[in-house]
T-cell receptor, first 116, second 112 residues
């Protein structure tokens, strides 16, 4: 299994500011995803982080609001831009294998953001 | 597209009671099925999985069987403990480079 480190683990942010969340994995992984878990809710996929190319966003999520980088197979960042209180959530990085090696995904501890 | 429908909670049980949390899915092809658990204040972790029809996943006394004919993956435990109190998520993953699709989650509270 992969060990995933997310930073920050939590933060309190002001409306209108932006915050970048980092995800570091202890091994090279094929697939990296970013999820959002709003209070008391399930996990919603934001985007697939593609190594060396633009992320693939799910319906309802756009690059201007959630820019993502993935410079290599062990690291990715998610930025939450121009934050509003509705962005208060836990943001989770998830990794796993793809192609013919479909299996479980592993999750970081999450980054809990509170926007005032 | 792929989707997961999960029994709504919350579920409250007494210690040593039998647990069932229902989960059904809609998917093209042959997905892999998972149960994840989120204990209070902790991250999401895999509880068990099954990758093909009739497979039974099991862990920590929990079991779930991949039923293709009923498109179901119900979670069961014969005797729950207070330490099983958590939120349980049913999820599926299709073939290829696909993410997990989650159900809404079921909060379980076990009282002594």
């Amino acid at each position: 299994s992969a060990v995933i480190s997310q930073k920050p683990s939590r933060d309190i942010c002001q409306r209108g500011t932006s915050l970048t969340i980092q995800c570091q994995v202890d091994s090279q992984v094929t697939m990296m995803f970013w999820y959002r878990q709003q209070p008391g809710q399930s996990l919603t996929l934001i985007a697939t982080a593609n190594q060396g190319s633009e992320a693939t966003y799910e319906s309802g999520f756009v690059i201007d609001k959630f820019p993502i980088s993935r410079p290599n197979l062990t690291f990715s960042t998610l930025t939450v831009s121009n934050m509003s209180p509705e962005d208060s959530s836990i943001y989770l990085c998830s990794v796993g294998e793809g192609g013919s090696k479909v299996g479980e995904l592993f999750f970081g501890e999450g980054s809990r953001l509170t926007v005032l | 597209g792929n989707s997961v429908t999960q029994m709504e909670g919350p579920v409250t049980l007494s210690e040593e009671a039998f647990l069932t949390i229902n989960c059904t899915y809609t998917a093209t092809g042959y997905p892999s099925l998972f149960w994840y658990v989120q204990y209070p204040g902790e991250g999401l972790q895999l509880l068990l999985k099954a990758t093909k029809a009739d497979d039974k996943g099991s862990n920590k006394g929990f079991e779930a069987t991949y039923r293709k004919e009923t498109t179901s993956f119900h979670l069961e435990k014969g005797s729950v403990q207070v330490s099983d109190s958590a939120v349980y998520f049913c999820a599926l993953r299709g073939s290829g480079n696909t993410p997990l699709v989650f159900g809404k989650g079921t909060r379980l509270s076990v009282i002594a």
